[in-house]
């Protein structure tokens, strides 16, 4: 069996399913690890969401930011921006059933060799605590009250991890970790305004992976979310999102030993912004 991991894919189906036709996936035999953000400003949200719902076991895919604002959108606690794309999911037959799927999605997975995440970790986190607080969070979006975490989940604040925070700002902290993190201090604390390369940041802050010490540089992890960024092979990390959707490259890279990536071109055209 094959394992490809795919960077974000926001809605660039057409150029999902041609990736997959270069990679020769095989859905009896293959596995696909897809890194977030499946959705959202990109043209065909919909379809990419019934498509990878539809390949059951043989895609793993973690929830991104933009997958949790489409959560939260349709339970009417988030409004839709301009620059969304949501609106074909929110009009669909089958729009909740799709929505049930998505919020059983985990944060956090891994094999014996991998793991894979959206976003980063803070440098306190090892693999245990980062299970544990995946779980926890994992808990709180497919509970039957979601929509009581859904309505604490926003917000930059606790930008430092503690042991004793409250239950609430541990899982928004968490959110914010797995979901949007690109950089922080030495110390691990967090940066929501930095969003361009390494060396564009401001002087006090480091990526995510290259905080010295930190308790995760012995797990192999697999991470979109960064496409200014692009593809990175450092610090036992891969990152996977290579921009797709502002017109530069859909990725997958198959796990083996070593990785192998393959990439193709994508005609999205829009132009790079917040994300």
Same mark, same amino acid.
């Given at each position: 069996?094959?394992?490809?991991?795919?960077?974000?894919?926001?809605?660039?189906?057409?150029?999902?399913?041609?990736?997959?036709?270069?990679?020769?996936?095989?859905?009896?035999?293959?596995?696909?690890?897809?890194?977030?953000?499946?959705?959202?400003?990109?043209?065909?949200?919909?379809?990419?969401?019934?498509?990878?719902?539809?390949?059951?076991?043989?895609?793993?895919?973690?929830?991104?930011?933009?997958?949790?604002?489409?959560?939260?959108?349709?339970?009417?606690?988030?409004?839709?921006?301009?620059?969304?794309?949501?609106?074909?999911?929110?009009?669909?037959a089958d729009c909740d059933?799709?929505?049930?799927?998505?919020?059983?999605?985990?944060?956090?997975?891994?094999?014996?060799?991998?793991?894979?995440?959206?976003?980063?970790?803070?440098?306190?986190?090892?693999?245990?605590?980062?299970?544990?607080?995946?779980?926890?969070?994992?808990?709180?979006?497919?509970?039957?009250?979601?929509?009581?975490?859904?309505?604490?989940?926003?917000?930059?604040?606790?930008?430092?991890?503690?042991?004793?925070?409250?239950?609430?700002?541990?899982?928004?902290?968490?959110?914010?970790?797995?979901?949007?993190l690109r950089y922080c201090?030495?110390?691990?604390?967090?940066?929501?305004?930095?969003?361009?390369?390494?060396?564009?940041?401001?002087?006090?802050?480091?990526?995510?992976?290259?905080?010295?010490?930190?308790?995760?540089?012995?797990? =192999?992890?697999?991470? #979109?979310?960064?496409?200014? *960024?692009?593809?990175? %092979?450092?610090?036992?990390?891969? /990152? !996977? $999102?290579?921009? =797709?959707?502002?017109? #530069?490259?859909?990725?997958? *890279?198959?796990?083996? %030993?070593?990785?192998?990536?393959? /990439? !193709? $071109?994508?005609? =999205?055209?829009?132009?790079?912004?917040?994300?």
């Amino acid at each position: 069996m094959a394992i490809y991991a795919i960077g974000d894919i926001q809605g660039c189906y057409n150029e999902l399913r041609r990736l997959l036709d270069v990679i020769k996936f095989d859905p009896d035999q293959d596995q696909l690890w897809l890194a977030g953000d499946l959705v959202n400003r990109g043209p065909h949200s919909l379809e990419t969401l019934r498509f990878v719902k539809s390949l059951g076991d043989s895609a793993i895919t973690v929830l991104g930011n933009h997958d949790l604002h489409l959560i939260a959108t349709v339970a009417s606690l988030s409004k839709t921006g301009k620059k969304d794309t949501l609106g074909p999911i929110l009009r669909a037959a089958d729009c909740d059933e799709l929505i049930d799927w998505l919020r059983n999605q985990p944060l956090f997975y891994h094999n014996d060799q991998f793991c894979m995440l959206h976003a980063g970790l803070p440098p306190q986190w090892d693999f245990e605590q980062t299970k544990t607080m995946a779980s926890e969070t994992e808990q709180a979006i497919r509970g039957e009250d979601y929509q009581r975490f859904f309505r604490s989940m926003y917000g930059n604040k606790p930008t430092a991890w503690q042991d004793d925070l409250p239950k609430t700002e541990k899982l928004r902290f968490a959110v914010n970790c797995f979901t949007r993190l690109r950089y922080c201090t030495a110390d691990g604390e967090l940066d929501f305004h930095h969003k361009g390369p390494p060396g564009s940041q401001a002087g006090h802050l480091l990526p995510w992976f290259a905080v010295p010490g930190r308790k995760s540089r012995d797990m =192999c992890i697999i991470f #979109g979310h960064w496409s200014t *960024l692009g593809f990175y %092979q450092e610090h036992n990390v891969y /990152s !996977i $999102d290579t921009g =797709c959707l502002w017109g #530069g490259q859909l990725t997958a *890279l198959r796990l083996d %030993q070593p990785a192998q990536r393959i /990439s !193709i $071109d994508c005609q =999205c055209v829009h132009k790079p912004s917040e994300l």
